[in-house]
């Protein structure tokens, strides 16, 4: 599986970017995908996670009513619609899709995309 994140960039506090994380490869295999970021300071975290069959979506609380995840399995896509950017977002942001379960679970993550929210 191959994932190539787009949609990073430069944003004032306050405004909204989209991101896009698009799966080749083997993507029938895919169960779960989702988004972490990470910054210089901190460890990779998780941001929001979808499940690909349907089902609960779960996000960070500190992103809860401004991050919205969404996917399109026909395209083997998903996005992250960020609204009301704080600096605090600003991050590294990552594309991750699971494949099976348990100790044949595997993970694989997109090269990135720079998100810089200037106050």
């Known amino acids: 599986v191959q994932l190539v994140e787009s949609g990073g960039g430069l944003v004032q506090a306050g405004g909204s970017l989209r991101l896009s994380c698009a799966a080749s490869?083997?993507?029938?295999?895919?169960?779960?995908m989702g988004w972490y970021r990470q910054t210089s300071k901190n460890q990779r975290e998780l941001v929001a996670a979808?499940?690909?069959?349907?089902?609960?979506?779960t996000y960070a609380d500190s992103v809860k009513g401004r991050f919205t995840i969404s996917r399109d399995n026909a395209k083997n896509a998903i996005y992250l619609q960020m609204n009301s950017l704080k600096p605090e977002d600003t991050a590294v942001y990552y594309c991750?899709?699971?494949?099976?379960?348990?100790?044949?679970?595997?993970?694989?993550w997109g090269q990135g995309t720079q998100v810089t929210v200037s106050s």
């Open positions: 991750k899709a699971d494949s099976g379960v348990g100790v044949l679970r595997t993970s694989y």
């Open positions: 979808i499940p690909k069959g349907g089902g609960s979506t």
């Open positions: 490869g083997s993507t029938s295999s895919i169960n779960v």
